[in-house]
């Protein structure tokens, strides 16, 4: 999102974790005191805590989320396979890479844009209609885009269409496993995000293999009805916790400042020069973050390899992400969250300018792979901690807003950047400004956090 557990400090998941979090700061160790405050007596709160069911049914909406997170980002993930056929043969010589890249840029855009605004659609509508939307719209746009012809149809079916649906269907899942769990709440979370990258490591070999076998229109009404399906037993396993949401809903309705609650978005936030630090970070990072596996694809076909071994690339970073999001995490509560954060930027951005670069083999574009979906992992999952760090209750659902509208200016923009840069380099094809470009970007991005670090400490190996 989008896809928590602050009670053991590390949130597991991608862009989508950011939502649990701002869902479910609830029973973690940070919030024990507001909750206690909000409770009429300390018995009281010692009650609720104990009415998490930690299991049961709990289960079931742990598979819920878990697949619609295997749908959503799975598809996302494999958007480099369609990218690179439409570039080299449906579309070829009528779209440019610019302007195919900012169709995978839209959809994730589109995807994060409702973070901001899910609490306010949630309460209108609640989190069953946005559900049952997202689970017809999203495969909805899978299946149209199997009648396109034009590249400008591209925008609305790829883009804007799968896109919404995401994004309904997303938001309104991630936080419901925080509902049934607290002292399991990382392990419930760490299995229902880690759909992202099963889906990943799924749709990328799977949809390369249709399309060589039954060709890009009918391998996208094949992924539209598998989608629907998937998400249709997702929607019917989904349920809220009715022992914990009351609470919840009243402790969040508690939280919300009076002066605060007309505003959509509030931005005072930004003065803080930590919070602004963070954000800087979450923009920069995100301009280089999917250009990468957006280009995978492209890329090994580019140095000499098969279109399956570029799908089977997309798939493997996918599920080494997902790997890397709950490991890094744990690292994370050993050596400092803020110092895994910088660590996890820095390395992203250094294993494209060092291994990236000079992949000119199956080898060596395979190490890049693993170390970049391992790294770039960490980094989802450990910004929206270190916001939990720095922000308080009251702030945490309106800062996690904020930098889903960052992610979602870094997502548009940096993939079709990406694809620019590319297209400048022609007749003679060099994929060497992308990479620089997202190396560099990516760096300088870290570079925010290394400055949050020195606001908290000056001792070099201070844990923090």
Not at 47 to 74: D, R
Not at 132 to 140: D, E, K, N, S
Not at 207 to 230: M, P, Q
Request: charged share 10%.
């Amino acid at each position: 999102m989008k896809e928590a557990a602050l009670e053991a400090g590390v949130l597991v998941g991608k862009n989508e974790d950011l939502v649990a979090d701002s869902f479910a700061p609830i029973g973690s160790s940070k919030t024990a005191a507001p909750l206690a405050r909000h409770a009429s007596t300390q018995s009281a709160s010692g009650e609720f805590l104990q009415s998490f069911p930690e299991g049961g049914y709990g289960w079931l909406v742990v598979l819920s989320t878990f697949l619609i997170n295997f749908v959503v980002f799975g598809y996302v993930y494999s958007w480099g396979v369609y990218q690179s056929l439409y570039l080299t043969d449906i579309y070829k010589g009528r779209i440019t890479t610019f302007q195919l890249t900012f169709v995978g840029g839209l959809t994730m855009a589109l995807l994060f844009a409702l973070g901001p605004f899910f609490s306010m659609l949630n309460r209108l509508f609640g989190f069953k209609l946005l559900m049952c939307l997202g689970a017809v719209i999203q495969p909805l746009g899978i299946l149209l885009a199997s009648w396109t012809n034009s590249p400008w149809q591209l925008y609305f079916t790829h883009g804007a269409l799968i896109g919404i649906g995401s994004s309904l269907i997303f938001f309104p899942s991630v936080f419901l496993p925080t509902q049934w769990f607290m002292k399991r709440r990382g392990l419930a979370t760490g299995i229902a995000v880690s759909g992202s990258g099963i889906g990943g490591l799924a749709y990328g070999p799977v949809t390369r293999e249709l399309i060589d076998a039954v060709g890009f229109r009918w391998c996208l009404r094949y992924v539209a009805i598998g989608s629907f399906v998937i998400l249709v037993v997702a929607v019917l396993l989904a349920r809220e916790c009715e022992a914990t949401k009351k609470p919840l809903d009243a402790m969040s309705m508690h939280s919300q400042k009076d002066a605060k609650k007309e505003k959509l978005i509030d931005i005072s936030v930004l003065k803080r020069k930590d919070f602004a630090a963070l954000a800087m970070m979450a923009t920069l990072a995100t301009f280089g973050y999917m250009a990468p596996f957006y280009f995978l694809p492209s890329y090994a076909s580019f140095i000499g390899l098969t279109e399956s071994d570029g799908a089977l690339f997309v798939g493997l970073s996918s599920g080494v992400n997902a790997v890397g999001r709950i490991v890094l995490g744990y690292i994370a509560d050993m050596f400092g969250r803020v110092n895994a954060l910088f660590s996890c930027v820095f390395f992203s951005g250094l294993t494209v300018l060092l291994i990236w670069t000079f992949s000119t083999s199956y080898g060596v574009l395979l190490l890049f792979v693993l170390l970049y979906g391992f790294s770039a992992g960490g980094f989802i999952s450990l910004f929206p901690v270190v916001t939990a760090e720095l922000v308080g209750l009251d702030e945490l659902p309106n800062a996690i807003g904020l930098l889903y509208a960052s992610n979602a200016v870094g997502n548009l923009f940096g993939p079709a950047i990406a694809g620019a840069l590319l297209d400048s380099t022609q007749p003679d094809i060099s994929y060497l400004p992308v990479q620089l470009f997202c190396g560099f970007i990516t760096i300088a991005g870290s570079f925010f956090i290394l400055w949050l670090r020195t606001m908290r400490t000056h001792k070099l190996f201070a844990r923090v």
